[in-house]
């Protein structure tokens, strides 16, 4: 088979899946956003049980943590999910369910024995459902939030034109 046939045929099949990239992103932001934000509001509208639930798992100051998190998870989960904002919301966002996963796990016994060894059983952290939540926001806060954002859309092209603005002359 030619070589140059095989390159063509790699490089028209990746250009048509780089279509597919904005699209695949908004469904992840949309679906992590969304749920986010269901979660969110469940903990801002039930402080006192979220409050004895985090208490249980020896979370400090349990009442003002679940504003923290029930207002990132909130605010985040909508912002992610629009697009606006999305890599400087993902660092938060992303923070507060590593913190989730770690405090849960680290809470029960049994489980701080297999985190310790989670390289040779990735179950620990695959299973855990703040797991996608957090994959999600990493993903963002690196590649950014694709073509069908907000920051894309309105934001880049202020920017731009900022940028592309000629600068003063010298005196």
């Known amino acids: 088979m030619n070589s140059k046939c095989c390159g ?10 780089d279509l597919l990239q904005p699209v695949f992103l908004l469904l992840l932001r949309l679906y992590i956003g969304y749920q986010a934000a269901v979660a969110g509001w469940a903990h801002l ?18 009442r003002l943590n679940v504003y923290i998190a029930g207002s990132t998870e909130l605010f985040g989960g909508i912002l992610l999910a629009l697009g606006v ?28 024995q297999l985190l310790e060894n989670v390289f040779s059983n990735q179950d620990i952290i695959l299973k855990d459902d703040a797991f996608p939540f957090l994959f999600v926001g990493i993903l963002i806060l690196i590649f950014g939030p694709g073509k069908l954002s907000v920051d894309h859309l309105l934001l880049r092209p202020l920017l731009h034109r900022k940028e592309s603005a000629p600068l003063p002359a010298a005196p």
Do not use: M, Q
Request: hydrophobic fraction near 50%; charge should be neutral; aromatic fraction near 14%.
């Open 85 to 112: 904002a999305s890599r400087l919301i993902a660092i938060p966002f992303s923070f507060n369910f590593l913190i989730a996963i770690l405090s849960v796990d680290l809470a029960d016994p049994k489980y701080r």
């Open 8 to 17: 063509g045929c790699y490089d028209w099949i990746a250009c048509k899946l």
């Open 45 to 62: 509208t039930h402080v006192d049980k979220t409050a004895e639930f985090f208490a249980s798992l020896h979370i400090p100051a349990p």
